[in-house]
């Protein structure tokens, strides 16, 4: 049986945080001088522990499950930095109601160990990383952006996703008929509880 992956991508929200709002686009501002252009900076490693990694992960995503299980995003927003901000209670809700519909139960997070396939690292001045958390039958896929805010790393931007926890056949692969299976042992068992 070939496990559908659900996404549930918020590439929104990180958008949304990135634009200020059009009020503050109203203002003139004087033309930018020109002079020689800066070069992008490459990524480097944030400086920070694995400890203070898990708080940030494990706080940020069980606010994000608190606020999809009452349906009130304003301590969510009111972690967040200035740019998080810009999204009111009302768009945050609007975000995540698809999770909020399906009862997505992040609760796990806190006893979980995180498997991180991004390690945190400065990108712009904002602390990027990425990783899952192992669970079965599905994972939590997680990126998450912070915002340096008065000597503290604020939430600036995420994504969460379910995923197939076991590697998933092609679902254009036909499969072999009975014939075609090879009779005799393999020598493995199938690991994990016994079916009935």
Partial sequence: MIVKIKDIMLAALVAASFFPPLASAQSPKPAPKPGPSRPAQAPRPADIDKNGVLILIRSTLLALDQANKTGNYTVLRDLGAPGFQTN?????????????????????????????SMLPQIENGLMHMAGFFPSVPTQIRFELLYAPVQGQWKLFGLS??????????????????????PRGGTGLRPSGPKQP
């Fill in 88 to 116: 009111t209670a009302a768009r945050l809700a609007e975000i995540f109601a698809s999770q909020r519909k399906d009862n997505l139960d992040l609760s796990g997070v806190a006893v979980l160990e995180p498997q991180l």
């Fill in 160 to 181: 969460v996703s379910l995923g197939s926890s076991a590697p998933v056949a092609p679902s254009d692969a036909p499969a072999p008929s009975a014939a075609e299976q």
